[in-house]
């Protein structure tokens, strides 16, 4: 186990300092340090108890308030097993670890009336309906206690989940309308009139650039909106509760953009439609990120729920696929591509993850934000280009406009 949150220190006799020069943990001599170094014992089992290592601050003149406390000793264990181990406790007082402060730390030590219980999250009884299901999101996505404690402590659902259920809402209602107006339900891509949406991206019509971002309300079918909607769903609006709308609608619309400017880079003659980028995006961050965190996440059956999910993500990237190159109804325009699923999984693995990977500490903060943020608008200026010169220059045969 290895401390994500230690303090920094300047060496282990000066004073340990928690970002704030007015609220710091008091100075403690070297040989004070000295006396906690030696309750470990490295060479045998490298570990003390969280109860032991708190009598020890008390026992060595390290008067600390008891919900600062509370926080200092979830941070250094890390995952909640009752036990601190020795390379956790150097973690947490040396000072080579002093760029890697944790934005909760520093904003439970400023806030220390804020209460953490020493027990597990997952171990408190008596919660209502609604804390339960707070409580399930904090395992669901976020793997360390700390800061699945603080998420609990500090949720109040305002504002609420918002921006995928309007997503959501948008998606069925413009289905309802077209499946009534095409009178078709399945399939309904196969309607002369389909494409004849505002909606929908084709490559005749790539100058109206909002049908780069719009194609992501219409649909090929009831079976196309099921998946994309169980999905966004099941993943985004948890993921909304613990990151907000900013985060998440940062994510889905890079994807959505992504997976349209793919496909006019790489599948130059084929509409899109479907939401699958920006659902894509989020799938596939949140379960990159419960893979690099895989022993701090606590959810409940995740190999299980990872399969489900990657089954999911498989069985609608087959069905793009298997339309795309089935026979289309109206040659010589082919049917919507597949390749916006892969440009939502390329956003979701790169910048996704970083955007989900700290849920408090600040996107302009973090440099692997900025620097996959650059990469990305880098794609989206040579996808413009050549979509302004590229189709000339190869002399692309495109199918007629709708």
């Given at each position: 186990m290895r401390c994500r949150y230690p303090v920094a220190a300047q060496s282990l006799g000066d004073e340990i300092e928690v970002l704030e020069s007015s609220d710091v943990l008091p100075a403690a001599p070297e040989d004070r340090w000295k006396a906690l170094f030696d309750q470990f014992d490295p060479e045998?089992?490298?570990?003390?108890?969280?109860?032991?290592?708190?009598?020890?601050?008390?026992?060595?003149?390290?008067?600390?308030?008891?919900?600062?406390?509370?926080?200092?000793?979830?941070?250094?264990?890390?995952?909640a097993d009752g036990k601190i181990c020795y390379q956790d406790f150097v973690n947490l007082?040396?000072?080579?670890?002093?760029?890697?402060?944790?934005?909760?730390?520093?904003?439970?030590?400023?806030?220390?009336?804020?209460?953490?219980?020493?027990?597990?999250?997952?171990?408190?009884?008596?919660?209502?309906?609604?804390?339960?299901?707070?409580?399930?999101?904090?395992?669901?996505?976020?793997?360390?206690e700390v800061d699945r404690k603080w998420y609990f402590d500090s949720y109040t659902c305002c504002p609420p989940p918002w921006l995928i259920l309007v997503i959501t809402l948008t998606e069925v209602a413009v289905f309802m309308y077209y499946g009534c107006h095409l009178d078709r339900w399945v399939l309904q891509v196969s309607s002369p009139s389909f494409l004849q949406s505002p909606l929908p991206y084709h490559p005749q019509l790539r100058t109206q650039a909002w049908?780069?971002?719009?194609?992501?309300?219409?649909?090929?079918?009831?079976?196309?909106?099921?998946?994309?909607?169980?999905?966004?769903?099941?993943?985004?609006?948890?993921?909304?509760?613990?990151?907000?709308?900013?985060?998440?609608?940062?994510?889905?619309?890079?994807?959505?953009?992504?997976?349209?400017?793919?496909?006019?880079?790489?599948?130059?003659?084929?509409?899109?439609?479907?939401?699958?980028?920006?659902?894509?995006?989020?799938?596939?961050?949140?379960?990159?990120?419960?893979?690099?965190?895989?022993?701090?996440?606590?959810?409940?059956?995740?190999?299980?729920?990872?399969?489900?999910?990657?089954?999911?993500?498989s069985v609608e990237f087959g069905r793009a696929v298997w339309l795309r190159f089935y026979p289309p109804a109206f040659p010589p325009c082919p049917n919507p591509s597949f390749v916006a699923h892969l440009g939502g999984v390329a956003v979701g693995l790169t910048l996704g993850v970083v955007v989900l990977q700290n849920f408090e500490q600040r996107l302009q903060e973090q440099t692997l934000f900025w620097i996959f943020f650059s990469v990305y608008t880098l794609f989206i200026m040579c996808a413009l280009f050549w979509n302004i010169f590229a189709y000339s220059l190869l002399d692309v045969k495109l199918p007629p406009p709708p």
């Open positions: 045998s089992s490298g570990f003390i108890s969280t109860e032991r290592f708190r009598d020890l601050l008390a026992a060595h003149g390290s008067e600390l308030d008891p919900h600062k406390l509370e926080v200092l000793l979830a941070l250094a264990d890390a995952n007082v040396s000072n080579d670890m002093s760029n890697k402060r944790s934005n909760s730390f520093r904003r439970a030590i400023l806030q220390g009336s804020r209460q953490l219980k020493g027990a597990a999250l997952r171990e408190e009884a008596g919660l209502g309906l609604s804390q339960r299901l707070v409580r399930h999101i904090a395992y669901e996505t976020l793997p360390r049908r780069f971002l719009t194609y992501m309300f219409m649909h090929a079918g009831i079976e196309h909106l099921g998946l994309n909607i169980a999905m966004q769903l099941l993943v985004g609006v948890p993921l909304e509760m613990v990151h907000g709308a900013l985060r998440i609608g940062l994510v889905y619309g890079c994807g959505v953009l992504a997976g349209s400017l793919a496909v006019s880079v790489t599948d130059m003659v084929a509409p899109v439609v479907g939401s699958s980028g920006g659902v894509y995006a989020l799938v596939s961050a949140h379960l990159a990120n419960v893979v690099m965190n895989w022993s701090g996440m606590k959810c409940q059956f995740k190999l299980f729920r990872m399969a489900m999910a990657l089954v999911c993500m």
